[in-house]
């Protein structure tokens, strides 16, 4: 367990790990210990240490703004881009976005969204088949920043299916 995705620590490089079974303890710490990896820095133990006694309200701030940020962008997707639905799910900080109106053009679509508007979102097909037909978006930003991406998804949506229904 670490407190690199909640506390943004991840460049620390700082984890631990708890293994009840004492055999399997001594193996793993061999093999940390052979390999090296079980050196965190300084710097890396004090911040992880600040972040899980001195975090917690920072935390649920920041759950309470990426929440807001979630709903957000569930309305301007139903409301600026009903074709696209956002998917349910208890992520924290990742919306899935079902495309499936797209099919077979998903990753089309998102290189064209990087390439035309500047906007980079996740291919849901690099998790495998059952993520062909969706995008992966970040909301765990500024509004205002999540925002600009949003409309920057429908302006982009609406020119891909315009070219794209021109060329059938």
């Known amino acids: 367990m670490s407190a690199s995705k ?4 991840a460049g ?4 631990c790990v708890v293994i009840a079974d ?3 303890r001594n193996r793993i710490w061999r ?3 052979t390999d090296e990896v079980a050196e965190p820095n300084v710097f890396a133990c004090e911040a992880s240490i600040a972040a899980w006694i001195e975090g917690k309200d920072w935390l649920k701030d920041l759950n309470h703004y990426i929440s807001a940020n979630k709903k957000t962008a569930q309305h ?6 009903p074709e696209l ?3 349910e ?3 924290t900080y990742l919306l899935w976005i079902d495309c499936h109106v797209l099919h077979p053009f998903v990753d089309q679509f998102c290189d064209y969204l990087h390439k035309e508007h500047g906007l980079l979102v996740s291919k849901g097909s690099a998790y495998g088949k059952s993520g062909e037909d969706f995008i ?3 909301i765990a930003c500024p509004n205002a920043l999540m925002r600009t991406g949003l409309k920057r998804l429908s302006k982009g949506y609406c020119a891909f299916t315009k070219q794209f229904l021109e060329c059938r």
């Open 89 to 91: 799910s208890q992520a």
């Open 136 to 138: 992966r978006i970040n």
């Open 31 to 33: 093999g940390f210990h």
């Open 76 to 81: 301007d997707l139903k409301t600026q881009l």
């Open 6 to 9: 909640a506390f943004n620590l």
């Open 12 to 15: 620390l490089q700082a984890a």
């Open 22 to 24: 004492e055999g399997i």
């Open 85 to 87: 639905h956002a998917v």
